[in-house]
Nanobody
Framework: QVQLVESGGGLVQAGGSLRLSCAAS????????MGWFRRAPGKEREFVAA????????NYADSVKGRFTISRDSAKSTVFLQMNSLKPEDTAVYYC?????????WGQGTQVTVSS
């Protein structure tokens, strides 16, 4: 069974940086896509970024392009989300997810709060 555990959230001032981590376990993730999503208060969950575990190819939501970077450490079975130039509108609970055919494994989330 896939387990995803996020960490690294916290409170940061606008313009600051945070790095989120997602420790993945329970299977080999070759052929999987790992994604980060977020849900802000009162809003729907939205896609943030994704990375192919096997090939390292990435894609991003337009709202975070140029500011966020997704990466993975296959040896440590961990996915990262480096977030720079944070804005108050980035405030949300951030979730890590795994997709083979669909995103069906999710972490518990980590809170990111950006103060203005």
């Amino acid at each position: 069974q896939v387990q995803l555990v996020e960490s690294g959230g916290g409170l940061v001032q606008a313009g600051g940086s945070l790095r989120l981590s997602c420790a993945a376990s329970g299977r080999t993730f070759v052929g999987y896509t790992m994604g980060w999503f977020r849900r802000a208060p009162g809003k729907e969950r939205e896609f943030v970024a994704a990375i192919s575990w096997s090939y390292g190819t990435t894609n991003y939501a337009d709202s975070v392009k140029g500011r966020f970077t997704i990466s993975r450490d296959s040896a440590k079975s961990t996915v990262f989300l480096q977030m720079n130039s944070l804005k108050p509108e980035d405030t949300a609970v951030y979730y890590c997810a795994a997709r083979h055919t669909r995103y069906d494994s999710w972490g518990q989330g980590t809170q990111v709060t950006v103060s203005s």
